[in-house]
């Protein structure tokens, strides 16, 4: 593909790469029959008494902010799939229902259309034995800190929240289509709930369910962080029409395995507090993940920095999940759309994405360069390195981003030192991603005095690999 980055660069300013905007989506389809916005993982924090959040992650104007979009874009529903609370302490939850009734008093939007609330506990809202571990100063502290706890009262913290009953999975019909809501440990619970609804749940119609954990080997596969033992797949598994959310890990919406059908719909939500890294099957320089790696990494930590969810717009013939980041309050990808009802496609399974992904490729202009300077790597200590810079590189395949860089230096005579990165912004909106990208080797890695050769290569969601950029010292 004949493409500079400097054209590149013009189109994604103009917004016609990645991405329509949601003023323009929103005209185009117009209102749907049911309107829901998705959310997970909020992790709302509040020091009680201080009148302010915990840390930054947490802060509760963030979620205010999001319900208000989600209020002026006229959501019928409003889906948080856990995680609800940062420390799980009941003035927390509060803090929570507190903002909704602030948003959506009495449940309506100003026009008097009712909102229904799908919210569900996560493992931090019921994780009080290792949230406040630290805190746990003295048997007296700890018990003084559990009586402020979620869990010593989970009805009852629920209750003075929200307004409603709580029950350990339930369901809510919201303008004639079912939701199902699971709260942290009672996914095992589904089979017999769905089982018992099983007559209200067949057919061809979709119906929605959400819990915490991903179900397992679903989203993100078999080394997915943060699923389930599987008995959510299992009882999902009996119905093909069924679509479920689930959060916990803060995986970005960006990533394609964020959505994977099989025997049904499985969708990651992200997550409104901060995005997480997928820190499995390589070591990345930029990374977060260290154990066990045996050397110092010779570059900082890679920004976390993302507050994701969705806009879901439910038709008769399809469901669409607008992707949203909510940070910069822009769409931080296209519109994946789901077609629903008899002997409807199933486009978003694993193999056949996988296979049809054609690999990234560098822009015609593209050159990359590497230069000798001093730094310190991620413990600090001084060395002498090697930075390669390179412009980033571009997805070939529509709904698919680059997600990773493999940099391998080629010394004669020497194994091969091959290093990752995370591309820089890949979680971001497109017009926020950083132009270019960069790789650091320690000089000491090399013989003295030896000619390395460096490749570039780009790697998408699926592991696509693009043809190298190559330079030399």
Request: aromatic content about 12%; overall charge neutral; some cysteine.
């Amino acid at each position: 593909m004949n493409v500079t980055r400097r054209d590149f660069m013009k189109l994604a300013a103009a917004g016609a790469v990645g991405t329509m905007r949601w003023r323009d989506y929103a005209a185009e389809v117009g209102m749907p029959p049911l309107r829901v916005g998705v959310l997970s993982d909020i992790h709302v924090s509040w020091r009680l008494g201080s009148g302010k959040s915990i840390d930054r992650y947490g802060a509760p104007e963030y979620y205010l902010k999001t319900l208000e979009f989600l209020r002026d874009a006229k959501v019928d529903a409003v889906i948080i799939a856990g995680d609800l609370t940062n420390y799980g302490d009941a003035a927390e939850l509060q803090v929570v229902g507190e903002v909704w009734d602030k948003v959506f008093p009495g449940n309506r939007r100003p026009d008097g259309a009712e909102v229904v609330k799908l919210f569900l506990h996560g493992n931090h809202d019921v994780g009080f034995s290792w949230t406040h571990k630290k805190d746990f100063t003295t048997p007296e502290a700890k018990a003084a800190l559990f009586e402020k706890s979620i869990l010593k009262d989970r009805a009852g913290t629920w209750q003075a929240a929200f307004h409603e009953a709580w029950s350990p999975v339930y369901m809510k019909d919201v303008k004639g289509y079912k939701f199902i809501c699971a709260h942290w440990g009672h996914e095992k619970e589904l089979d017999a709930f769905l089982t018992a609804h099983k007559a209200e749940l067949a057919g061809n119609k979709p119906f929605f369910y959400a819990q915490h954990p991903h179900p397992r080997d679903t989203v993100y596969g078999d080394w997915a962080w943060g699923r389930d033992k599987g008995d959510s797949t299992a009882a999902l598994s009996k119905f093909p029409n069924a679509i479920a959310f689930s959060g916990h890990s803060h995986f970005s919406l960006t990533m394609e395995q964020s959505i994977w059908q099989g025997a049904f719909t499985s969708i990651g939500t992200a997550s409104l507090s901060y995005i997480g890294l997928p820190e499995v099957g390589r070591i990345r320089e930029n990374g977060h993940q260290t154990k066990d790696l045996g050397r110092d990494l010779h570059m900082g930590k890679t920004s976390c920095a993302g507050r994701q969810g969705m806009i879901m717009d439910v038709f008769p013939d399809r469901v669409n999940l607008v992707r949203r980041e909510f940070l910069s309050n822009a769409d931080c990808a296209d519109v994946w759309s789901i077609p629903v009802g008899a002997n409807a496609a199933r486009p978003f399974d694993y193999a056949s994405r996988a296979a049809a992904a054609q690999a990234p490729y560098f822009p015609v202009d593209a050159r990359a360069t590497v230069v000798r300077k001093p730094g310190k790597d991620r413990g600090k200590n001084a060395e002498e390195q090697l930075v390669i810079t390179f412009p980033q590189a571009l997805a070939a395949t529509p709904h698919n981003r680059v997600i990773d860089y493999e940099v391998t230096a080629h010394v004669a005579g020497q194994p091969d030192l091959v290093r990752y990165v995370y591309a820089p912004g890949f979680f971001r909106p497109v017009v926020d991603i950083p132009s270019m990208a960069s790789c650091v080797f320690a000089v000491s890695e090399f013989p003295a005095g030896a000619m390395v050769d460096f490749e570039i290569c780009a790697l998408d969601s699926w592991s696509a690999k693009s043809r190298p950029l190559t330079c030399r010292i």
